[in-house]
């Protein structure tokens, strides 16, 4: 049975968070396989394609922008689909690493393997990070920067302690920023503005008129616009554009999409209007802020593992 440290505990604060291992990995069709005990708090983010994972025999869905933030001691497996299967980056994530002891670039999968229940490690407990937790995140914020800047770090630098250390401590903080946001946005929000932006959430990328808003919860549309301009800060229609550039971001910088069909993805099926759009809201037309900010500015290269026949492999 694994023992938890608290966070009152000076010994074990959220101040010896060690990161031991990131990476990418793009999944196979058919490629499904399972890590008996894997000793980490996991951020497993889904950038492309999609599939389902289960943890301890729970059974979750992965989709594009998903991060989930995984327990220690898993029991996990992988199911991409067949069709599109996923691309991933990941991160392992110690809570607790004892200070002055030797760091060690890597994560026990297994009961019995190196590192396996190591009295230098331990998890915590984050009351807001409990379980397994879904987040959604874009490729352009700064929680998913500091994800795909350890992977690069992790894969490409000399693995100095001090950084591994240091790079645990920013991801925990995000982490649990990102966790607390939604909660406190709701808290302030009124529940008929929730619902709208719950419809908007699910429908952007249909071109929602401000009267459909207002039939969905019954009120003007002099009200609805209200709403958004007293709790937003922006018009209903500004809001509906954000999201749809918010989304053509994230496909510019997460797949290999051409403008047009990032374009129609989001709902601007004209090319010319939706580059103007973008132009304007986001300073830079759409080729321009994909060569400048995306790390995929051509198809990512296929992973070494993708090749290998479905069996027992490691993340």
Sequence with gaps: MRTLRRPEDPAASEFAPAICR??????????TFVNGCVQSRGLFWCRSGCGTFEVDGVAHRLEPHDLYVLPWGRRICYRPS????????????????????????????????????????????????????????????????????????????????????????LLVRELRRKAALPAAQAASRPAELERLLAHVERGFQL????????????????????LFRRHLGVSAKQHVIDRQLH?????????????????????????F?????????????????RL????????????????????????
């Design 22 to 31: 990131a990476g990418n990995f793009q999944f196979s069709e058919r490629q």
């Design 82 to 169: 067949a069709d599109d299967p996923m691309f991933t980056s990941h991160v392992h994530l110690v809570p607790w690493y004892r200070p002055g002891s030797r760091w060690v670039a890597n994560v026990p999968h297994e009961f019995g393997e190196p590192e396996y229940n190591s009295p230098d490690r331990r998890d915590v407990e984050w009351p807001d990070l409990t379980g397994v937790v879904r987040l959604r995140m874009a490729a352009d914020r700064p929680l998913a920067r500091l994800i795909d800047y350890t992977v690069r770090w992790y894969l490409h630098s000399p693995r100095d302690e001090a950084e591994a250390r240091a790079l645990g401590l």
């Design 207 to 226: 071109g929602l008129r401000i009267e459909e808003l207002a039939g969905l919860v019954g009120r003007s549309r002099s009200h609805v616009l209200k």
């Design 247 to 271: 989304e053509a971001r994230e496909l510019l910088l997460s797949t290999t999409l051409s403008i047009a069909e990032v374009g129609r993805a989001v709902g601007l099926s004209d090319p």
């Design 273 to 289: 209007h939706f580059s103007k759009l973008f132009k304007r809201h986001v300073g830079v037309p759409p080729k321009e802020f």
């Design 292 to 315: 400048a900010n995306g790390p995929f500015s051509a198809p990512p290269k296929p992973s070494r593992h993708q090749a290998r026949p479905p069996g027992p492999q490691r993340d």
